[in-house]
């Protein structure tokens, strides 16, 4: 019974030290000082105050309470939260929820958590109402996904960078490299981007399509990962707006923000998706992890010792 929910207090950060970081975000400090230079006139810490929302919901139609599945012995919630916490571009993380028992076991391992109400639809609205019941203001929400409990610090921060560095851009999110055999699974989201890194469409299709009908293994598809950050002020208007043609046809919220004409900055990593969608995924996330950590201990047995963690954030 791998999918009891289990709530074990946090583990020291001592761990949170062995992480190497390879890649960082590369040009990002020159894609700063140009957003830095357009914005001067106007403020000079330019979208400074960032919080990290992690919204997460009991009711789930095809997982029930599935926050709290137990993996590798800790609550799948918390996972996500610690992984967050080691992000340095977020002021405050907090977790966003409707429940009781999440609140609860994310209070005993020591988040900071928002009661947001049942009629929440999605993961954007509950971003929204917590926002709003946050004592302080902040210019950037990031919204992390729960269902991702090996989500990369240097992601996080890696979208909140290009936000800030992208004062014309009210959202931003981040791709890695589609696997093949991934092509025509319409679950998985393919995105296509413009010369200086905005994102110009999505879709469940594969995008560009090949004249072959088959894939070309020379191009460089992309894959929508599920983290997205948000301008505080376009967070306020983005439920509200009207649902548009393309969403619809795709069932993709994220193409209301193209289809109203906003622009959308995208960045590109590489990231291992292991998102948790159904019971079954908790078995192979746990797998994972398990290779992992025979491979860090073979590491560490050699002279080397090795961050589990090896994230390169590219620009695009
Ligand atoms: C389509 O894919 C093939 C490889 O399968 C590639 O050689 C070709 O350049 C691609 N583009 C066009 C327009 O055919
Ligand atoms: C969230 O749900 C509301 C209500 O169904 C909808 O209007 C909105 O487009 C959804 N998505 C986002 C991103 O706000």
Redesign the pocket.
């Known amino acids: 019974m791998s999918s009891k929910s289990i709530c074990s207090p946090s583990e020291s950060s001592s761990s949170t030290k062995s992480w190497i970081v390879h890649g960082i975000v590369a040009g990002a400090a020159i894609a700063v000082a140009v957003g830095a230079r357009a914005y001067l006139g106007r403020s000079k810490n330019f979208r400074s105050r960032v919080v990290g929302i992690i919204p997460a919901r009991f009711a789930s139609s095809r997982f029930e309470g599935k926050p709290l599945v137990n993996i590798l012995g800790k609550p799948m919630i918390q996972r996500t939260w610690e992984r967050s916490k080691l992000a340095t571009t977020l002021d405050h993380l907090v977790v966003a929820t409707d429940d009781e028992k999440i609140a609860e076991c994310c209070q005993q391992f020591g988040a900071d958590v928002i009661m947001t109400s049942e009629s929440c639809r999605n993961g954007t609205e509950r971003c929204n109402e917590a926002l709003q019941k946050l004592e302080k203001k902040y210019d950037i929400v990031v919204n992390i996904q729960g269902d991702e409990p090996l989500i990369e610090p240097e992601i996080i921060d890696g979208v909140v960078k290009a936000l800030q560095a992208a004062p014309d851009a009210v959202f931003s999110t981040a791709v890695t490299s589609l696997k093949p055999e991934d092509a025509f699974d319409p679950n998985r989201v393919k995105c296509v981007v413009d010369n200086h890194g905005y994102a110009i469409y999505f879709s469940r299709g594969l995008i560009p399509y090949?004249?072959?009908g088959?894939v070309?293994?020379?191009?460089p598809y992309l894959l929508h990962l599920g983290i997205q950050s948000y301008d505080s002020n376009f967070l306020k208007i983005y439920p509200g707006l009207h649902p548009t043609p393309l969403q619809l046809e795709e069932d993709l919220e994220q193409l209301k923000v193209l289809e109203n004409g906003y622009k959308m900055k995208v960045i590109k990593v590489d990231h291992e998706a292991h998102g948790v969608d159904a019971p079954e995924d908790v078995e192979k996330i746990e797998s994972f992890m398990h290779h992992q950590l025979k491979m860090k201990m073979k590491a560490a047995s050699g002279k080397e010792l090795l961050g589990g963690s090896v994230v390169k954030v590219h620009q695009i």
Do not use: G
């Not at 070309?216 to 191009?219: D, L, T």
């Open positions: 090949n004249k072959s088959k070309n293994p020379q191009f």
